[in-house]
Each structure stands twice: as C-alpha cells, then as structure tokens.
C-alpha cells in the first residue's frame, strides 16, 4: 500500500535486488511484501529495478549455461552500476552468493547484505521495535548457499531470539544441513517414481517434525519457500506444522496488520 522508489531514477541508501522467485512466485510474494513493509516500517531507504532486473544467475550457470550466465551478469553490473546506492539487498541467498562472490570477477564490486543480516541490524539498532514476543516453537533450515557457501549461519538465529521465538535445531544444521536440492537444479527437475523414496525436501520436513510440537518451520530462502511449503503437504504432515519466510515472523512480531484482497483484486491493510 505504498510505492517503492525506482532507484534507476533516484538514488537509495538500498538497492533491493528482489530475485526471480521472490518476485513472481504467488507464496514468494507475501514474504516479499512482508519484507518491504519491513524496510518501510524501520524508515529504510531503498529502491528496486523493477523490470530492469534481470535472473542473477546463479542457477542458470549451476546447471552448466555458462554463456547464458555471462550474458545475465553483463547486464545486471551494467543497469546497477547507473544507480546511485550504498549497499545490495537481497533476501534470495543465490543471487546473494552469485552478486557477492561471481560478480566482481566482471567489475561488479558491491557490498551485498542479506535480508538476515539486515533485519539482525535493524533490531540490534533499534529502528525496529517488536511490539510482542512471538512465543512460537521452531526449527530453522539453513540454506547450503547462504550458509555452507557464505558462512551465514548466526543471523537468522539471533533475529528468531530477538522476535521471541523458541529456537529447536535439527540434527542436521548449520554447516551439517541438509539440502533440498533447489538451487542445484532440483527445483525444475520431474518428480521421483513411487517407490524411490521421499524427496529430499519432503525427508526434511519428516526430520523436523521428528522434533516434537513445533509451530513453525522457518526457511530465510525464496526456492525454500516453494519447495518445502510443497513438501509439507505432500509428506502427510499438512496441520502438523506450518512454513514460515523469517519476514513474515519479524513483520508478525511488529504487530503491522497483515494484507488482505480487496473486492477490486488490490491489496490493503487489513
């Protein structure tokens, strides 16, 4: 319900690279609405590309498109480096891991952030205020590429205990965890046969239920999202926990009313 500055026009303290999947999966976009509340309600300054975006490509050369990887890089370092900003956002831990460590080889040089870490700094500083403490039991995944490929592990933690969330880890966390195969290609991968075993997305969600009366399953990670929201109902254990995006706990904690669909198709504040 408010508009989100063009940074190619105007300059920004944040240059918020939002991400494929964060940009046009249906669930991917509460978490990212939710997100941009966020920065409004702390008084961030940030603005997006819009459709100057392109994939940042991290994917496309994980599965072998070099060339088409090169092609998305050149883009992106030549339509960010017309803008006028401080620091890179992004709550996608791939475009992350590709803008931070794979751009700067082509001239691409930024200091790049994660959501985590940003919402951690913006707690720990005081521009946001929890209105409550959530209270809510939950175990945390870490993402290969954010965590095992970036070392970024205690953020997202510090910002679950920050809100008031009762942290329970997995046996397989932090540089142990367990991946869900998405960012290697998984995500656009058919399906196992019957009789092949549970997807690894799916024997995730049996290992955290495993844990005992949790609330919440929390992913900081836009494929994370889809993948394990999707697991959840196809492993038997839809009512027995839910997904959580780490935004959308802090958004909770803040006590901002949620959006809701207008008659007209538009979203409002409820």
């Known amino acids: 319900p408010f508009e989100v500055k063009d940074i190619r026009s105007e300059p920004a303290e944040i240059l918020w690279f939002v991400g494929d999947y964060a940009s046009l999966d249906p669930r991917n976009m509460r978490a990212t609405q939710g997100l941009a509340r966020i920065l409004r ?32 890089r050149e883009q992106n370092i030549e339509r960010i480096s017309q803008c006028d900003f ?8 791939h475009s992350f891991h590709t803008l931070r460590n794979e751009y700067p080889e082509a001239g691409g040089v930024w200091e790049v952030v994660h959501h985590s870490q940003l919402l951690l ?79 690894p997305a799916e024997a995730r969600i049996h290992e955290a239920v495993a844990l005992g009366g949790l609330d919440y399953f929390v992913v900081c990670c836009p494929k994370d999202v889809t993948m394990y929201e999707d697991a959840i109902k196809t492993s038997g254990h839809q009512g027995a926990i839910e997904l959580r995006e780490l935004s959308e706990l802090v958004l909770e904690s803040l006590g901002v009313p949620p959006l809701v669909a207008a008659a007209d198709g538009k979203e409002g504040e409820k």
């Open 41 to 72: 309600e702390a008084g961030v300054d940030f603005g997006i590309l819009y459709d100057a975006e392109q994939n940042a490509g991290c994917d496309v050369r994980r599965v072998g498109e070099e060339g088409l990887y090169q092609h998305l």
């Open 86 to 93: 401080e620091r890179i956002l992004t709550s996608d831990p």
């Open 121 to 199: 700094e913006l707690l720990e500083t005081g521009k946001l205020r929890p209105a409550t403490r959530l209270g809510a039991r939950v175990t945390y995944h870490d993402p290969c590429t954010l965590g095992r490929y970036n070392g970024v592990y205690e953020p997202p933690r510090q910002v679950l205990a920050a809100i008031g969330a009762e942290l329970h880890e997995m046996p397989r966390s932090r540089d142990n965890s367990f991946c869900c195969g998405a960012g290697g290609g998984r995500i656009w991968m058919s399906e196992l046969k019957a009789g092949d075993g549970p997807r």
